[in-house]
């Protein structure tokens, strides 16, 4: 059964203190590895998708990479305005969109 | 004007009662979501669909029961409410290939007491 775990949970960091988030899925045949913000009283706001090992995308201060048991979403120099739940999901080779997501990491950035 | 757009954003309602939340999308996707969101389980998917005649269940479909009057228009109904029926829910739309991308509407608070 496929599983999607997010760590850490929780991550408190200084204004400027780069640090990763981490996802990692248990199933192999990946077609996409989604990453979500997500705000307080909000849906969730779309990142990024990642589809192969390697792979990299940049946004502002975050950047995302895959490999094939994990997936990184790497802060460099929050600000605290990027304080939010960071959600991963995957989605594998079935064409039927069931996206299985993580509970997600709870970053608060401090100035 | 907001893509996707969900009635009620707030409901109380009682043990039994049949209650519907709503949504509406200007996107223009085809591919439309139901999710319910609990605190430590992560979203879940309920119900899907890729078009109005193609509706399918999710992860946690029991006790619920949806409707796609049109494109646009994606409801979720909960016959008769229970109180592990209270979370919050969201709907979100989809692009489908190549991205995937899905978008969410502000989520709907239910409270079954």
């Known amino acids: 059964e496929d599983q999607v775990t997010q760590s850490p949970e929780a991550l408190r960091l200084q204004e400027g203190e780069s640090s990763s988030l981490n996802c990692s899925y248990t199933v192999s045949g990946l077609r996409g590895l989604f990453w979500y913000r997500q705000d307080p009283g909000k849906g969730p706001e779309f990142l990024f998708t990642l589809y192969s090992a390697g792979e990299e995308k940049e946004k502002e201060r975050l950047k995302a990479t895959l490999t094939k048991k994990e997936s990184f979403l790497h802060i460099t120099a929050p600000k605290p305005e990027d304080s939010a739940t960071y959600l991963c999901?995957?989605?594998?080779?079935?064409?039927?969109?069931?996206?299985?997501f993580g509970t997600g990491t709870r970053l608060q950035v401090f100035p | 004007d907001a893509d996707v757009t969900q009635t009620p954003r707030n409901r109380i309602t009682k043990t039994g009662k049949r209650i519907m939340l709503e949504c509406s999308q200007t996107k223009g996707h085809d591919r439309m979501y139901w999710y319910r969101q609990d605190p430590g389980l992560g979203l879940r998917l309920i119900y899907y669909?890729?078009?109005?005649?193609?509706?399918n269940k999710g992860e946690i479909s029991d006790g619920y029961s949806v409707s796609r009057q049109a494109q646009a228009k994606f409801s979720l109904s909960l016959e008769s409410a229970i109180p592990n029926q209270t979370a919050l829910y969201f709907c979100a739309t989809g692009e489908g290939a190549p991205t995937y991308e899905q978008y969410f509407g502000p989520g709907t608070r239910l409270t079954v007491t």
């Open positions: 999901a995957d989605d594998f080779k079935t064409n039927t969109d069931k996206l299985i």
């Open positions: 669909s890729f078009d109005v005649k193609d509706i």
